[in-house]
């Protein structure tokens, strides 16, 4: 029987505060993201976007939300009610579980005691990020099969098959990177592009590869052809309304922002500051922590800004255009590239 | 092959290259679009607070029109009606009684004057008809309302204010148009 007193409680706490702010902030920045979303959307379009709500329309999110919740909740008859309503949740809490091994910050003193920003320094970290997206698509699979609609089957088993064929090609562009890294904890992977320079510098293919992975991953333009509303009729959360649909748009952009910042995290040096000696400033203290965690953030959102920038910008895929480009072309490009990268690094470390 | 103009230009059908079949400078050239656009000047008017100026010509909701010392006009003569195409207006003529001479501009004048804006097709035949200048489309449109008898315009609802008493409303209700005709011409 565990002892109940060699528990550290102060760590437990300490990690359940965590859970709770990264938690809350990325529901926040998804939240924003919808309205950055028809922001961008709109003065890409020489529009003005919304700005009725609040100055500047910033109060929309809320208002959208309010509205999703007062809407009418509408289970169809022939549909599996268990899977119906369990298709939206695992689809959130898929895309909740996987901030919990991105660092994103470095250590902050508080109470005299070092806290680490993040929630578990897991060494297989990037294994489990792995593991968590690809069971995200089981919302959209469960919500689609117990919908018995048609659309949404279809739209659903496209899903499945774009993010498996996907899956593979970013697997493979990653195993080029950790070759170099030689290690799958997130945290060390940062650390070393701190003591160095960023990854992308070294693999810009793999990380092109590596991106275009994570925008179908992600179900975004141009790869969303499982809510393709003009073939599909909305996709697999046709049947969805009031909250549950709301849940499902939601999902895609939490991983929108965990996406964003796994890849500042492999490629672009996670929370280093660039073009600053951080070891050198050491007397910051948490200061320079912060500054970390602002850093990312800044890295995150020039991320989450390409992939709406992409999305108004590029319409979307054919499903054969689709799986030519993922398994024709992403594939050997990210097979080469993991090759000449393997050969390089026993060239160099003969 | 002979064209029509010389604008023609043949479709490229060879099969695309690598680099064309990954699509990223395409997609680069696109983004490259779509960033100038973010930068653009906006088309959008921001419609309750600014209006676009209407075309000389718009023909928008029917008003009575007062003369110089606030004296209704109309004299309930009846031409717009036998004018009107969709037999939208009816009227009620009445003789002027003495005492008021401020408040009609004739002996004769319209007691009950009715449009019915379901009706009414907006074509501008009764003020073409209108030999005493006593009705007029304006620039405002026809507004929303929650039943079909709301839609019965009375007298009270097409009369213009009184420019003696309401100078300023009587501005607004004569629209952008009659105002500017007015500066040139005052009081014809």
């Given at each position: 029987m565990i002892n109940l007193l060699t528990i550290d409680w102060i760590l437990l706490l300490e990690k359940l505060i965590l859970i709770a702010?990264?938690?809350?902030?990325?529901?926040?920045?998804?939240?924003?993201?919808?309205?950055?979303?028809?922001?961008?959307?709109?003065?890409?379009?020489?529009?003005?976007?919304?700005?009725?709500?609040?100055?500047?329309?910033?109060?929309?999110?809320?208002?959208?939300?309010?509205?999703?919740?007062?809407?009418?909740?509408?289970?169809?008859?022939?549909?599996?009610?268990?899977?119906?309503?369990?298709?939206?949740?695992?689809?959130?809490?898929?895309?909740?579980?996987?901030?919990?091994?991105?660092?994103?910050?470095?250590d902050i003193n508080l109470f005299g005691r070092t806290i680490s920003l993040q929630i578990a320094d897991v060494n297989i970290g990037i294994l489990y990020v792995f593991a968590v997206v690809s069971l995200g698509i089981y919302g959209v699979m469960i919500g689609g099969w117990s919908s018995n609609n048609k659309y949404s089957l279809l739209a659903a088993l496209r899903g499945a098959s774009q993010v498996i064929s996907y899956e593979l090609a970013m697997g493979i562009s990653l195993i080029a990177l950790l070759m170099m890294t030689g290690s799958l904890s997130l945290k060390t992977i940062v650390e070393q592009q701190m003591a160095s320079h960023w990854n992308?510098?070294?693999?810009?293919?793999?990380?092109?590869?590596?991106?275009?992975?994570?925008?179908?991953?992600?179900?975004?333009?141009?790869?969303?052809?499982?809510?393709?509303?003009?073939?599909?009729?909305?996709?697999?959360?046709?049947e969805y309304s009031s909250m549950k649909l709301g849940f499902y748009l939601f999902a895609e952009y939490v991983n929108m922002f965990i996406s964003s910042a796994v890849m500042a995290t492999l490629f672009f040096g996670g929370y280093d500051?660039?073009?600053?000696?951080?070891?050198?400033?050491?007397?910051?203290?948490?200061?320079?922590?912060?500054?970390?965690?602002?850093?990312?953030?800044?890295?995150?959102?020039?991320?989450i800004f390409v992939f709406i920038w992409i999305r108004w910008t590029v319409p979307r895929f054919r499903y054969d255009q689709l799986m030519n480009l993922g398994w024709k072309k992403l594939i050997p490009l990210a097979l080469a590239n993991m090759l000449i990268t393997g050969g390089v690094i026993l060239w160099l470390h003969k | 092959m002979i064209t029509l103009t010389n604008r023609a230009k043949p479709v490229n059908r060879k099969p695309m290259t690598f680099l064309e079949s990954i699509y990223l400078w395409n997609i680069f050239k696109g983004m490259m679009i779509t960033l100038r656009h973010f930068f653009k000047k906006k088309a959008t008017i921001q419609y309750p607070e600014q209006k676009r100026p209407f075309s000389p010509v718009f023909r928008g909701v029917q008003i009575l029109n007062r003369d110089e010392e606030g004296r209704e006009r109309c004299t309930a003569c009846g031409l717009c009606a036998l004018a009107c195409p969709a037999e939208a207006i009816t009227m009620e003529a009445a003789e002027r009684?003495?005492?008021?001479?401020?408040?009609?501009?004739?002996?004769?004048?319209?007691?009950?004057?009715?449009?019915?804006?379901?009706?009414?097709?907006?074509?501008?035949?009764?003020?073409?008809?209108?030999?005493?200048?006593?009705?007029?489309?304006?620039?405002?449109?026809?507004?929303?309302?929650?039943n079909r008898k709301n839609f019965i315009y009375n007298k009270q609802d097409l009369l213009i204010p009184d420019p003696k008493t309401q100078p300023e409303e009587f501005a607004k209700a004569r629209g952008l148009r009659e105002n500017q005709k007015a500066k040139k011409e005052p009081f014809k």
């Open positions: 702010i990264i938690v809350s902030v990325s529901l926040v920045v998804a939240m924003y993201e919808t309205y950055a979303e028809r922001k961008i959307a709109a003065f890409m379009q020489d529009r003005r976007g919304p700005n009725r709500a609040g100055p500047f329309g910033i109060l929309q999110p809320l208002a959208d939300g309010v509205k999703l919740f007062f809407k009418e909740e509408i289970i169809p008859n022939s549909s599996n009610k268990v899977l119906f309503v369990l298709g939206p949740s695992l689809a959130m809490l898929t895309a909740m579980l996987t901030c919990a091994v991105v660092p994103w910050g470095g992308v510098l070294y693999q810009p293919l793999a990380f092109l590869i590596f991106f275009v992975c994570a925008l179908a991953e992600c179900n975004r333009t141009p790869f969303d052809l499982s809510e393709a509303e003009s073939e599909l009729n909305m996709g697999y959360h046709q500051i660039p073009f600053f000696n951080e070891a050198a400033h050491a007397d910051w203290g948490n200061w320079l922590g912060l500054l970390g965690v602002a850093c990312f953030m800044i890295k995150i959102a020039i991320f | 009684m003495p005492g008021e001479e401020d408040l009609y501009r004739e002996e004769k004048y319209a007691a009950k004057y009715e449009i019915n804006m379901l009706r009414c097709i907006f074509c501008g035949f009764c003020e073409e008809a209108c030999p005493k200048d006593a009705i007029y489309l304006t620039e405002t449109f026809a507004p929303a309302a929650y």
